[in-house]
């Protein structure tokens, strides 16, 4: 058996308390938190549980965090894969991992399955006019049939993430697949902040170390930029051999995140 592995199983220890800002996102996954803890009690009020939920927001944002964040609260196994995985593969392969996670997911239901990046397979179809996208378009076609044909009695949530939601085909939107939309976007100054405390928890500080002035001059950073952040100021320090984190060493560590990104930028272009 040399088959690659084909999607992710695991019990997740993220809480929402893990997740720093985005309250509107966490009251809306609370909700599903508790169905999915109390599966019965929905149903015998005759209530559906969504099947598909939609986070959308700019790469780094906490998506994949916050889909954990569900399964830990939840207490329920995760599943996840992710559509770039499926560029390139054999027409087939794809269809066939994701029937695979949905037969599993569905033997220890309550679960969560978290597909990342489902723009790379979900692109509205028929847009490459015969350019060779079967490999997408039927592992796409898997997903949706597999949503579809939930039994009720399933009680398997979908969480899909995505940066492009402008480019999926709306066969995905409809009701009944990903029809719940949650925005995950960059953090606000306080926001911000609440990630810079959570993500230097285990750091020294020094005490001229001034969060509130470093959640302000990062505009526009996303979590897994501030995350980076305070990991380059530790290596910084680390070189200096110094035994705290001082704000030089995060103020250094900041250029070095924004010139990144923007070395990124040129790059990409
Ligand atoms: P991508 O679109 O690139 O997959 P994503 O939105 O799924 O990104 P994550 O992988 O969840 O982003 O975030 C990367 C890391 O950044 C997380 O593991 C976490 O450490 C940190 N992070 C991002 N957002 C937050 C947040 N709101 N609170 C705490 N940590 C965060």
Not at 132 to 152: A, V, Y
């Amino acid at each position: 058996k040399s088959r690659a592995k084909r999607f992710e199983r695991g019990e997740s220890s993220v809480t929402f308390d893990d997740v720093a800002g985005l309250e509107n996102a966490k009251r809306d996954l609370r909700e599903i938190a508790d169905y999915l803890k109390n599966p019965e009690h929905y149903r015998e009020l005759g209530a559906k549980i969504p099947k598909g939920i939609l986070l959308m927001g700019p790469p780094g944002t906490g998506k994949t965090l916050m889909a954990k964040a569900l399964a830990g609260e939840s207490d329920v196994p995760f599943f996840s894969i992710s559509g770039s995985e499926f560029i390139e593969m054999f027409v087939g392969v794809g269809a066939s991992r994701v029937r695979d996670m949905f037969a599993s997911a569905k033997k220890e239901a309550p679960a969560i399955i978290f597909i990342d990046e489902i723009d790379s397979v979900g692109r509205a179809r028929g847009t490459g006019l015969g350019g060779g996208h079967d490999e997408r378009e039927q592992t796409l076609n898997q997903i949706l049939g597999e949503m579809d044909g939930f039994d009720p009695h399933e009680t398997v949530v979908v969480i899909a993430a995505t940066n492009r939601p402008d480019v999926l085909d709306a066969a995905l939107l409809r009701p009944g697949r990903f029809d719940r939309k949650i925005t995950v976007d960059l953090p606000d100054k306080k926001a911000r902040l609440a990630i810079l405390k959570t993500h230097s928890r285990k750091t020294p500080l020094a005490g001229d170390v001034d969060l509130e002035r470093l959640a302000a001059l990062t505009v526009g950073f996303s979590g897994a930029d501030l995350e980076n952040m305070v990991n380059e100021a530790a290596l910084l320090a680390g070189r200096e051999d110094m035994s705290e984190v001082d704000m030089n060493c995060m103020l250094n560590a900041r250029d070095r995140v924004v010139l990144g990104s923007e070395r990124e930028m040129v790059i990409g272009e």
